[in-house]
């Protein structure tokens, strides 16, 4: 039986321990805000990139697109976007245990996060390359590992699609692995708000049809088109990156609140055996007292 030195040693330790899961919640929760803000000020982007894309299409016509082609090849480039640190719970053993699933004999891995690249690296599996993203991200630095796989995809006419392994905010305690095809872009779909635009859902956009027939192309309808679809893949992967990193503070700020939930409990269970143990020890003292004043009568 542990001694009330003991007990109280432990006490002190889990009240530490409870002090830095309350400062972590904290941070996470601030973290989380200005995420689930950013991904929110996208949407009024994506949803008129999206309406361009549709009107630009309907004025090219029936003339194909490199980015639109289906293809029949069988290498795939899987985008895995995951967290850096830890302390998350289930967020990136959940994603990563999905992408295996999904994944072929042929397809190749690129990492946004160190614990997708330490767990594919771990795995053996085939990495091609690994990109740190910085914390609030910037769509500078999304840009450059979207046009690193866009290159990739149209240089090598093998690689049949090319898709991305994130997690979706859904509320602060529903995150939600998701994979989505980034390329080819499907022309069907073309100029669809996609359902991880807009964190947390909310108010469903406008529809994509919108008239521009006002407008003038410079110089031609296809050269914008041409320019605007390389545009609409970078934005959205950098939506996609902006859900995951929502959903990894949400994650954490929910964790790190279970374990200060935690450690109060057992600070409280604590406590209470320390002072059954005190007052067990007063009473054999009490006791030895008075056997000893009996004995002497």
């Not at 980034?182 to 991880?196: A, E, K, Q, S």
């Not at 939506?239 to 790190?256: C, G, I, N, W």
């Given at each position: ?252 700020m929910v964790a790190m609140k279970s374990a200060t939930d935690n450690a109060k409990q057992l600070i409280k269970d604590l406590t209470l ?25």
């Amino acid at each position: 039986m542990p001694s009330t030195r003991d007990i109280r040693r432990r006490i002190k330790s889990v009240k530490s321990t409870a002090q830095i899961t309350k400062a972590m919640q904290l941070v996470a929760a601030s973290k989380m805000k200005k995420a689930q803000d950013q991904a929110i000020a996208g949407r009024h982007y994506s949803n008129l990139i999206n309406k361009v894309l549709v009107n630009l299409k309907e004025k090219v016509g029936d003339e194909s697109h490199n980015l639109l082609e289906e293809r029949t090849g069988d290498k795939e480039i899987l985008l895995l976007v995951t967290t850096d640190k830890g302390l998350c719970g289930g967020l990136n053993t959940n994603l990563i245990r999905k992408a295996l699933d999904s994944a072929g004999a042929n397809t190749t891995f690129v990492t946004v996060g160190r614990k997708g690249c330490q767990s594919i690296g771990r795995l053996k599996k085939d990495l091609l390359a690994d990109f740190p993203v910085a914390d609030p991200a910037s769509f500078a630095q999304c840009k450059t590992v979207s046009k690193f796989v866009l290159d990739k995809f149209l240089e090598d006419p093998e690689i049949g699609r090319v898709r991305v392994a994130f997690t979706n905010f859904i509320t602060t305690l529903t995150q939600t692995p998701t994979i989505e095809t980034l390329l080819p872009i499907n022309p069907m779909t073309l100029g669809r708000v996609m359902d991880f635009e807009g964190v947390g859902g909310g108010d469903k956009p406008e529809s994509a049809q919108e008239d521009f027939t006002g407008y003038e192309f410079e110089p031609n309808a296809s050269s914008v088109f041409d320019s605007v679809l390389p545009q609409y893949v970078n934005n959205q992967f950098y939506q996609m990156l902006l859900e995951s990193r929502a959903s990894e503070h949400s994650a954490r700020m929910v964790a790190m609140k279970s374990a200060t939930d935690n450690a109060k409990q057992l600070i409280k269970d604590l406590t209470l055996e320390y002072n059954k143990l005190r007052q067990a020890s007063i009473t054999n003292e009490l006791l030895e007292i008075t056997t000893a004043m009996k004995a002497l009568e």
